[in-house]
């Protein structure tokens, strides 16, 4: 089966250029979770959806992030206007949620995103 | 408010010795769920363990084991006989079944050949 599936697996842009990152849930998951890892903050949650629905956005840094789900098997995030203090690696995640178990998220590969 | 601790910022350890990565958690909550994640250099996280607090059974998987223990709010990690494949960061995490995963700050572990 295929797991999570994240384009493009690097991206360098200039400052001031949007940048979109795009992620494919395991097919049958529920919910989907985009993270961001910098060596200063670790790993962060930015947001997450559950039936394509946005439930807890409250880790997206600014308004310069947005992030939407249009299907099951589809999610964005965008970064406009970008600056370099974005530079990070972005996951996604995908997990069968099923309410108060805590099911196992399972990560794509990541894309690596360099702000110049 | 939960917390995920992991003390030890890396450990190196020669091939084929034993070594036991802490974690320390804090949560108020009495059902929750840990977890442990590889992240080896290429870069991917890799799942490896998924504990809820009910089961407080030790597992073994292999050269891997996992020690849950309430009394002292630790789950810890210990490969035995260690390889170089098994450098790598490890993460621990918490859920509290709300689906938001609490990370520690990770352990770089490396094994010398």
Known sequence: DAGVIQSPRHEVTEMGQEV???????????SLFWY???????LELLIYFNNNVPIDDSGMPEDRFSAKM??????????????????????CASSLAIAGRGETQYFGPGTRLLVL | AQKVTQAQTEISVVEKEDVTLDCVYETRDTTYYLFWYKQPPSG????????????EQNEISGRYSWNFQKSTS???????ASQVVDSAVYFCALNFGNEKLTFGTGTRLTIIP
């Open chain 1, 70 to 91: 249009p299907n099951a098997s589809f999610s964005t995030l965008k970064i406009q206007p970008s600056e370099p203090r974005d530079s990070a690696v972005y996951f």
């Open chain 1, 36 to 42: 961001r890892q910098t060596m200063m903050r670790g």
């Open chain 1, 20 to 30: 979109t990152l795009r992620c494919k849930p395991i097919s049958g998951h529920n």
């Open chain 2, 74 to 80: 630790s789950f810890n990690f210990t490969i035995t």
């Open chain 2, 44 to 55: 991917e996280l890799v799942f490896l363990i998924r504990r809820n607090s009910f089961d």
